[in-house]
Every structure is written in C-alpha cells, then in structure tokens.
C-alpha cells in the first residue's frame, strides 16, 4: 500500500469516523431536544396545574368570603328586624287594655306567690286594680308598663314582674322565629 492509498485509506476512514461522529452528535441532539422538549411540556403541564390550583383556591377563598359577608348581612338584617318587630310589638301592647283586661289583670296578679309585697309598680291606670288586688303595698305609677305589675317584698329579695312587656320578652324567642318565617314567605310570593 502505497502513500496515495494511506492518505485515501485514511481521508475514507476519517470521513466515515467524522460521519459517524456527526450522526452520533445529531442523534444525541435530537435525543437532548427530545428531552429538554418533553420536561418543558411536563413543566408547561406542572404550570397550568398550580394555575389551575391556584384559581381554583383564590375562587373558593371568594366564594368562602363572599358567603360568609352574605351571612353577616342577612344576621345584621334579621337583627334589625328582630328589633322593629319587638319595638311594634311593645308599641301594641296597650290595645290589650281592652273591655276583658280587669278580669286579665285579675288572673296576673292571681299568678304572684301568697308574699307580703312591699311594693307594686303598675300603669297609671291601673292604681285601682292593683289597691283591689294588693291591699297594703306602696303603689308606684310606671308609664313604662303597658299592663300588668311588677312587686317585690321589703327586703327586695324576691321580685316578680308579670307585665305585658316581660311577658312578651319572654315569649320573644318563640314568637320571633315565626314571624320571620312569614315574612320570608311574604317576601317570596312577591319577589
């Protein structure tokens, strides 16, 4: 083998060497672009999920607030009108004196225990009924009762008050629940 062929020989074997590196190299490339392709798709995908998370969290979080603002709105109404319902229902409270309310104050003093009351608080139209019904207490005219009284014994140590006002105090909790059911049931036949 003569140089020519040597230097052929070798320009042969070093291009199909530099072919096979250049093959190798693109190979090895195209595996890299594949690569760096697929984990830029899974950080796309990772990306999108904690977007999506994210969304979905900031949308519960609102929703979450906006419920419960909503709640304390409606509490805050149904406190008022819990309020205006009680201040109309005292301000009817005097249509009870009506022809049968000697006999209704008869039966509420009836109620009280068998004590020597000291005192008795009654509606300045009722200092008759109450000298009728508690012969010897000191009576003490309050425009703030209805109907009614109030008495506690000389030692103050026992008070009953069997007015209007308390007995509709007493009973709010029950009343109350149904008159918001009936205007709830008012409010949805004209909404």
């Known amino acids: 083998m003569g140089s020519k062929e040597l230097i052929e020989s070798l320009r ?16 090895d490339g195209a595996a ?10 899974q950080l796309r995908e990772n990306c999108a999920r904690k977007e999506s998370l994210a969304v979905t969290n900031a949308q519960i979080a609102a929703v979450s607030d906006a419920n419960n603002r909503s709640r304390a709105v409606l509490l805050a109404t149904e406190r008022a009108l819990s309020e205006r319902l009680m201040s109309l229902g005292r301000s009817i409270l005097p249509q009870l004196r009506n022809a049968a309310y000697e006999e209704i104050f008869g039966k509420l003093a009836q109620e009280l225990p068998s004590l020597p009351w000291k005192t008795v608080r009654v509606n300045p139209a009722d200092i008759g009924l109450a000298k ?4 010897g207490a000191e009576i003490i005219q309050d425009n703030s009762i209805s109907g009614g009284l109030d008495v506690m014994t ?10 209007f006002e308390k007995r509709l105090e007493r009973a709010w909790v029950d009343i109350l629940p149904e008159l918001l059911k009936d205007i709830r049931l ?4 004209t909404s």
């Open 12 to 27: 042969k074997t070093s291009e199909e060497k530099i072919k096979q590196v250049w093959k190798d190299a693109e190979n």
């Open 132 to 135: 009728k019904y508690l012969n």
């Open 186 to 189: 008012v409010l949805d036949r």
């Open 32 to 41: 890299v672009r594949s690569e760096v392709a697929r984990k830029l798709a």
């Open 154 to 163: 000389g030692e103050g140590k026992i008070r009953v008050i069997n007015t």
